[in-house]
């Protein structure tokens, strides 16, 4: 920046402060023009962007923006879709448990309790616990949040193990209790002590939307330690509490609701009158403005087929519905739009495989799986899944059916279907081959349990040994022991595998197409 003629003058007489001046302005100006996102001017007019907490946002919007969003999947099909499609990638069958205490009695032992009580687990008794993790995942993205009660019971209720999980929706947390309480505070039902560990759970006896409950139990709550209570939500910022999945695009999907609903309308009002017959008088015409069917009856609402008749009516003019354009376009990019905001690939939200190859699929479904991941290891399995194990086997050691609290545990999420299952077969093989993974890992990636399966294989060698039956590579083909036919694939010339893979590999059948 060149010195203007007002720090010529001052540099004449003071040119140190001259110099000052300049720099100072420079600094200025390099500051102003730093983010262009952060100017203020006619373009950014009316962009509201507070610097408020994620809790004070949470506090005011979070009850609206959880009743709109449940609304939204009751009602409306895309977002019933996008909470159907990420509740089936992150639980599918399941997030199955496995004790890896390395003591294998003992694994075997807490395995095949677990298994047991899993079908004893909910307080409601309708659901399994793979059924419950359903439940609880789908509160979790259309509510924002849900809650996970332990329910300890009595050795006399013969359950297998004296504990069950009770689910409770978002709106039994008492969100106006908020604010200090003696050396800690109140975020909106949730109790931190003075370093800032949850304390407690103030929570309503009934759900304040249920009217014979909230008239039984008035709005009143009471806090329950924290440590009985699993708290399960997305953690953008370090909020206290969460919010729906598909908040970002609750207003495209009601707009894409109005759109559709009076283009409808316009179409069906369009579609209803077939004719209307006009009187050629124009004297006649200024005298009957109103409209009559055939019978004389005054029309006052349209009907498929209608043909009306003015007073003194001499001519007839037919209907001519006008088409409309860009009506797919428009709903091609909102669904656009609605399956960014939900982190679905817009070809799982709608079902639409027009516009994809077997390339361009697979790549979508990989960084999909990615994100999947992410939420099973990362949110799923350390908010529920482990809090749950640790009050099993805490529940199973005081009934004295297991002799340790803690038991190590490994999960297995389920396993996500191939796109092509021979190349990932494959791919596997070579891995379990090269040592760069187990063959438990691979059994594990399936979602089974690797000591089931390979306790399985082992049961079926031994039924096939006692039969006297081998299975050749052709699965089409068992032979007896001591058959003279060769179980070499190699010596098999209709066993050409590469052929037969090279003929259906999808890759090559895209660069055909």
């Not at 209570?229 to 495209?252: F, L």
């Not at 349990?449 to 390979?454: E, I, K, Q």
Request: hydrophobic content about 40%; some cysteine; charged content about 25%.
């Amino acid at each position: 920046m060149s010195a203007n003629w007002f720090d010529r003058a001052i540099a004449s007489v003071a040119p140190r402060a001259a110099a000052r001046r300049v720099l100072a302005r420079q600094a200025f100006e390099t500051l102003t023009r730093g983010y262009d996102g952060a100017a203020k001017g006619r373009r950014t007019d009316g962009w509201r962007a507070p610097g408020s907490s994620a809790d004070t946002e949470i506090g005011v919007a979070g009850a609206l923006l959880r009743d709109r969003m449940r609304d939204l999947v009751r009602n409306n099909p895309h977002a019933a879709k996008a909470v159907a499609v990420l509740v089936n990638n992150i639980i599918g069958a399941g997030i199955m448990p496995r004790a890896a205490s390395g003591n294998e009695a003992l694994d075997r032992k807490v395995d095949a309790l677990f298994e047991r009580w899993t079908a004893d687990c909910d307080a409601d008794d309708q659901l399994d616990f793979y059924g419950l993790q359903t439940l609880i995942c789908r509160e979790m993205i259309e509510a924002g949040e849900v809650l996970v009660r332990r329910r300890l019971r009595r050795a006399s209720d013969g359950l297998s193990v004296p504990l069950q999980l009770q689910v409770l929706e978002a709106d039994f947390l008492d969100a106006s209790k908020s604010g200090a309480l003696g050396a800690g505070r109140l975020v909106q039902g949730i109790e931190f002590d003075p370093v800032g560990k949850r304390r407690a759970y103030w929570l309503h006896a009934e759900h304040p939307g249920d009217v014979y409950g909230s008239l039984q139990n008035g709005l009143q709550s009471r806090p329950v330690p924290a440590t009985e209570i699993a708290h399960i939500y997305e953690k953008q910022r370090t909020q206290a509490r969460g919010v729906p999945w598909g908040a970002p695009v609750i207003r495209s999907l009601r707009d894409l609701d109005d759109y559709e609903v009076a283009e409808l309308v316009r179409k069906k009002t369009e579609a209803c009158v077939t004719a209307i017959v006009f009187g050629d008088d124009e004297a006649q015409q200024g005298i009957a403005p109103a409209v009559v069917d055939a019978d004389g009856n005054r029309v006052e609402q349209f009907e498929p087929g209608l043909i009306a008749y003015a007073r003194g009516g001499k001519d007839i003019r037919f209907n001519q519905p006008s088409a409309t354009g860009g009506y797919g376009e428009y709903k091609r990019a909102s669904l656009h739009t609605i399956s960014a905001g939900f982190r679905v690939p817009y070809e799982l939200l709608t079902g639409d495989l027009s516009q994809v190859n077997y390339s361009s699929i697979r790549a979508g479904l990989v960084e999909f799986r990615r994100q999947i991941d992410a939420v099973q290891w990362q949110l799923f399995i350390p908010m529920f899944c482990a809090p749950v194990w640790r009050w099993f086997t805490e529940a199973a050691w005081a009934a004295g059916q297991i002799p340790s609290p803690t038991v190590p545990v490994e999960w297995s999420p389920p396993k996500f279907e191939a796109v092509d299952p021979q190349k990932d077969a494959m791919a596997n093989l070579l891995s379990i081959r090269s040592g760069t993974m187990t063959l438990a890992e691979v059994i594990a990636r399936q979602g089974r349990n690797p000591d089931a399966v390979l306790a399985e294989i082992a049961a079926t060698n031994a039924k096939l040994d006692a039969l006297g039956l081998v299975l050749d590579s052709d699965p089409r083909r068992v032979t007896k022991t001591g058959s003279a036919q060769s179980n070499d694939p190699a010596a098999d010339p209709t066993n050409d595998l590469s052929a037969d893979a090279d003929a259906t590999d999808p890759a090559q059948a895209d660069q055909q197409d």
